[in-house]
């Protein structure tokens, strides 16, 4: 089942609301279920009251894309990004960190951080040219979103609190993320304008048939800038399955509802990753213009330019010494 | 005005309910306000209507600190963790990271990770042991309370989207904390098993007489363990004001309400800044039975036993590997 939240494009007050998808990419419609309608709790429902909900909003009119404005599937209580594809770490560490390879600590268990929670933008919506940035780049992620509250699981009891997955795109302004991470703290201003995620969650069971024999899912991930393919790889690269990270992140700690968990970017899902390869610049950053297209095998696509900035960003203001120069 | 959340000692359901506190932490007691009074709508709220509602509540009766139970001032939507202490930086670094001097990119902007926000205890709670640790740690912050969404506001603009300040506690686990920080993303398992934030809301006017001539809010903040003092600040040598902050975050971003903006540690607000000075693990890392307990003049103290962990963690699972070892 494919679950969407949109707004009808003729409401004004754009109230937003849960649909059902029917159809791919190529041809689809939706149908809405009744005002109130929580996509979450419909992901955490027994399957076949999901199936009679679906049932009864598809004996509704569908509405063609023209109709609606899709939105980001959810608006994540947490959002948590992993880094989970070896061949990415690999590449970005040769430019990024100088790191002759992988580190040891990536084999241990899966990292992630917490990502800006409110950055979260839909599926087909233009994604406003950064701040202080002349390297723009994308990241190709796949992302599973949570609908039980969990905590100390193992990845066989973290399966039921998995209700579907998306496609991520985390664009990252590489240049801002690189000053911020000689801080220690991990990326945040590089990457907190925009997150993009949709064009829907395709609920687990939908993928069942996509699981290799250690039970990852084995899905093709793509990345097209401007209609040309500059990238991709398969989900059963990730050197753990989502299953293992629910696990991991609820070790002495909630994973809850609403939250999303992402595969982090998959190899060759960044132009970062050719960039730490070659050392040159080649791909070049984003531009405005450019339409980053990402597709996920059985999950969907999402689509966005890159426009002008229209915001006015305050200074920044540098700190207030206490420790003399020099020192 | 403090303002708290607390649930009646009595009331086995544990509805969560907001008090007005009178008193300090000597002498309190508080007043319940209406019930479904929201904590963060009364920040939000005209000083005038919140005077009102303060007064109405104040002809209650007063429920004595046996009779409640006070829970986190707020769940929050977000929680950004600043690092604005130049000489927490310094004392850390040299430690953790083995840099010789605070990074350049430091006195640039003030740059934050965002933190697990489901993992926010009470002001009075234990503390269970998390896994994996040997050098189990405190932070001492000042943090502060939104209560208005911004997006690309001045310092000058900020002020009114920060209903007030708490006092932290940013628990940590050094070894495990280390660990995840070779891989850029900045610490989140070595983070996650608790964030102590309390022991209510000071409303910002409280504060105004306490700014220094920059604007910066100028108060003592004073770490103990096991009753003796082992460490503390004044919150003025932060490197930017908490306008600052929440300035910086809103740059092309939404900086929401219900989100806790916090200090960082404060300079001898750890003990890891002790061990990164001398090098040896002195004082030594918290351990079941230690009690820490921090206070903030004129904000309040938050006070905390660390117990054995009693929660069965599931195993880590490594990753499966792509690249063959050795590459």
Redesign the interface.
């Known amino acids: 089942m494919q679950l969407a939240a949109f707004r009808r494009a003729t409401d004004p007050a754009g109230t937003r609301r849960t649909g059902l998808v029917v159809g791919d990419r190529s041809a689809w419609w939706l149908h809405a279920f009744p005002d109130g309608t929580d996509l979450i709790a419909l992901l955490a429902a027994d399957p076949a009251e999901r199936e009679a909900a679906a049932d009864a909003a598809a004996r509704s009119d569908g509405l063609a894309p023209a109709d609606v404005v899709l939105l980001p599937p959810v608006y994540p209580?947490?959002m948590?990004?992993f880094?989970?594809f070896?061949?990415h770490?690999?590449g970005v560490g040769k430019g990024?960190?100088g790191a002759p390879?992988?580190?040891d600590?990536?084999?241990?268990?899966?990292?992630?951080?917490?990502?800006?929670?409110?950055?979260v933008t839909g599926p087909y919506d233009d994604v406003?040219m950064?701040?202080d940035t002349d390297r723009l780049d994308f990241e190709l992620e796949l992302a599973a979103v949570i609908c039980r509250d969990v905590?100390?699981?193992?990845?066989e009891q973290a399966r039921d609190a998995i209700g579907g997955y998306l496609v991520m795109n985390d664009w990252s302004a590489r240049d801002v993320q690189g000053?911020?991470?000689?801080?220690?703290?991990?990326p945040?201003?590089g990457k907190?304008?925009a997150t993009t995620i949709g064009p829907w969650v395709v609920t687990t069971d939908e993928l069942d048939d996509c699981r290799d024999a250690?039970g990852?899912l084995d899905l093709e991930m793509t990345v097209k800038v401007n209609d040309v393919r500059v990238g991709g790889d398969r989900s059963a690269?990730?050197?753990?399955s989502f299953e293992?990270l629910v696990?991991?992140?609820?070790?002495?700690?909630?994973v809850?509802a609403g939250e999303v968990l992402a595969s982090g970017t998959c190899g060759g899902g960044a132009l970062a990753e050719s960039w730490g390869r070659s050392g040159l610049l080649t791909p070049p950053p984003l531009r405005e213009g450019d339409v980053v297209e990402m597709t996920v095998e059985r999950v969907g696509t999402i689509r966005n330019r890159v426009v002008a900035?229209t915001?006015?960003?305050?200074s920044?203001?540098?700190?207030?010494?206490?420790?003399p120069e020099g020192?």
Chains 1, 2 share one sequence.
């Open positions: 209580v947490a948590r990004d880094l989970t070896e061949s770490v690999e990024m960190q390879k992988v580190p600590e990536w084999y241990a268990a899966p990292s992630f951080l917490f990502m800006a929670p409110h950055a406003a950064p701040p905590r100390n699981v193992t990845p000053r911020e991470m000689k801080l220690g703290l991990g945040s201003k907190d304008f250690d990852f690269h990730m050197g753990w293992h696990s991991y992140a609820s070790r002495a700690s909630w809850k900035a915001e006015q960003v305050p920044i203001v540098p700190a207030r010494r206490r420790v020192v």
